[in-house]
């Protein structure tokens, strides 16, 4: 079977990409990017899924990179911390610069850390972006998202989504990486081909016995997986 969508009725097949963000030159050019549209959307939707948070706790960012959902989420939840955990040092490099430039490192914590690992931990709230189309085994943030989870631990994840043609991913780097640097433009382009679709993500829920969290696009390339553990 081709992944390069020259059979129309052939919808494309997934491309894994590398783990890790660790070059330079592409963390440099993911954190200088303006994420402000997909970021604030993120937290909108965050806050619209749960609009019953506890007042105050500590959330983990799963594969928070250089840190700019980790930044959006402690601003717009001003008595809550975060810690964000990624295992690239090029990427945590810009995310402790943001966070100190930003005079939030009372609040966010950013840690090297390789997903999974195997502490347990108990968080009231769990969230990632972009992590899951990067994973070698998909499973690999579900176990996290399980390990770290208490009673009620809300969950929260956005990722893009697989577009059924190779042109549709070309598209939708001119439509929303216009003018961005190329490495910048590659990357989102190989994250797209990456992606898993909404039946995909559904499998491997049920696969890691975490049926009860849903999933659902919401908007033409992301879609999030929510809902509330129950350990
Ligand atoms: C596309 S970036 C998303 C960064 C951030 N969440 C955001 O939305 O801006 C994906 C991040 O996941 C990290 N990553 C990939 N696999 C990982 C793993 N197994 N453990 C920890 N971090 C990982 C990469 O290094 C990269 O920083």
């Not at 749960?50 to 960012?61: C, E, K, M, V």
């Not at 990624?86 to 997903?115: F, N, P, W």
């Not at 770290?148 to 190779?166: C, H, N, W, Y």
Request: hydrophobic residues 40%; proline residues 6%; aromatic residues 10%.
């Amino acid at each position: 079977m081709t992944n390069l969508g020259s059979d129309p009725s052939t919808l494309l097949v997934r491309v894994p990409e590398p783990e890790l963000m660790d070059d330079d030159e592409q963390a440099r050019a993911y954190a200088e990017a303006d994420f402000a549209e997909p970021h604030n959307h993120f937290v909108q939707l965050l806050k619209e899924t749960f609009p019953q948070l506890p007042s105050t706790g500590t959330a983990l960012d799963l594969g928070c990179g250089p840190g700019d959902i980790t930044l959006r989420f402690a601003r717009a939840f001003p008595a809550w911390s975060v810690e964000g955990w990624d295992a690239s040092e090029a990427m945590l490099h810009y995310g402790y610069q943001a966070v100190a430039a930003a005079g939030l490192q009372d609040r966010i914590t950013l840690k090297k850390v390789y997903v999974p690992q195997s502490d347990t931990a108990s968080f009231p709230l769990i969230f990632s972006n972009s992590l899951l189309h990067h994973l070698a085994d998909p499973m690999a943030l579900w176990t996290e998202v399980k390990q770290q989870s208490g009673p009620e631990t809300a969950v929260f994840i956005m990722d893009l989504m697989r577009p059924a043609k190779r042109k549709t991913a070309s598209h939708f780097v001119d439509l929303y990486a216009q003018g961005e640097p190329e490495v910048l433009r590659r990357d989102f382009f190989n994250s797209l081909l990456a992606a898993y679709r909404v039946n995909e993500v559904k499998d491997q829920l049920v696969k890691a016995g975490l049926g009860e969290l849903q999933v659902r696009e919401v908007s033409d390339r992301h879609l999030i997986v929510w809902g509330q553990i129950s350990t």
